[in-house]
């Protein structure tokens, strides 16, 4: 262990950051004038955070773009779930124009870091249930938003957080309002991400024992039924701490180094 400081960077192939937000970003320019690729695991070099062009790490949608790159703003862990779950209806345009979509995401309390925090003490999370952040106030919407109209999506977010009393996982329930209803929703997702080795399309409602210590989304959809307009649920599972985090920030320095995607990655 040695003070960032002291660190060596220039001897470095490439540097994962996951220093605070606010203070990450600098590092990483830093570390880029050494020469060295760098994954940024903080908010500040990610879409709707920043005007620099960084490409944005959610490696399956923007895998082209992290091919080479010197430097990957790594994805938020709601993001991830959020964005992998929505891409294929916001690519085939079939989301609603000028409509909202509802998320509703809890996540185990790993999610909230490590410092220590009255309200985050086994005490207070144990054999409870609780939002936070409502009113869209979460740290990962600026991503959501400028992700979700880069895929072409003109549409509102309303984003609500819970906390679960879990150490670790991610499950998201996104309500899309689409101008139809495919005869086969999961089609459209077993098409769009057709050999992606961490990705799981399944007609079962995925769960937290599904993903835990895997870098892996697991994704189902439902047909709403009595609604005016046609509604999809489509539900998204990931660990906030493996393909949430440190798996996709390996997966993407994978792709940035042209290495095995899939290398050192648990699946």
């Known amino acids: ?41 903080s908010s500040d070099l990610r879409p709707g955070h920043t005007a620099e062009s960084i490409p944005y790490g959610l ?24 964005l992998l779950g929505l891409a294929p209806l916001l690519s085939c345009g079939l989301v609603e ?10 996540s185990g309390v790993t999610g909230a870091g490590n410092s220590p925090r009255l309200d985050l003490l086994f005490a207070e999370i144990a054999e409870n249930f609780r939002a936070y952040a409502v009113g869209n106030e979460h740290r990962h919407l600026p991503e ?10 003109d549409v509102d977010l309303v984003f609500t957080p819970h906390l679960l009393p879990v150490a670790r996982g991610i499950l998201t329930t996104m309500t899309v309002p689409v101008a139809s209803v495919p005869n086969d929703p999961l089609q459209l997702w077993r098409e769009h991400y057709a050999g992606e080795p961490f990705i799981e399309i399944t007609p079962d409602l995925p769960s937290l024992r599904d993903v835990v210590r895997r ?3 697991r ?9 005016r307009q046609p509604v ?3 539900f998204a599972a990931i660990d ?11 997966q993407n320095a994978n792709v940035a180094l042209g290495l095995t995607e899939t290398l050192g990655l648990p699946s």
């Open 232 to 234: 999809l649920l489509v």
């Open 1 to 41: 262990m040695i003070a960032a400081d002291d660190a060596a960077f220039h001897r470095a192939e490439l540097v994962f950051s996951a220093l605070p937000h606010g203070t990450s970003g600098e590092w990483v320019r830093r570390i880029r004038r050494e020469g060295v690729r760098a994954v940024d695991l």
């Open 97 to 106: 124009p000028a409509g909202l979509i509802a998320i509703d995401a809890a």
């Open 144 to 153: 959501m938003r400028a992700m979700v109209a880069a895929l072409g999506g």
């Open 219 to 227: 994704i189902s959809v439902r047909t709403v039924a009595e609604t």
């Open 215 to 217: 870098n892996v989304a």
């Open 240 to 250: 906030n701490l493996v393909k949430g985090a440190a798996g996709q920030a390996l």
């Open 59 to 82: 490696t399956e949608v923007n895998r082209a773009s992290l091919r080479g790159a010197q430097v990957v703003a790594n994805p938020g862990c709601y993001a991830t779930a959020v």
